[in-house]
């Protein structure tokens, strides 16, 4: 897969999945942004994904 392409699948599965997604936005006003973040990082499938994505870029240059 090409660099094009994984970032047209990083932008389609934020825009599909995180944009309205419902526990980043309760985490984020009852436990803060950083919360929010570790938790969308560490515990969501979508950020598992989205860290596998990561690392094939990384792995490209």
């Avoid at 994984?6 to 944009?19: G, K, T």
């Amino acid at each position: 897969m090409n660099r094009k392409k994984i970032y047209e699948e990083v932008e389609d599965v934020l825009a599909s999945f995180c944009q309205d997604c419902f526990l980043r936005k309760h985490f984020r006003k009852e436990k803060g942004r950083t919360y929010a973040h570790q938790f969308c990082i560490s515990e969501c499938t979508v950020g598992e994904k989205l860290k596998q994505l990561g690392n094939e870029l990384s792995n490209r240059s």
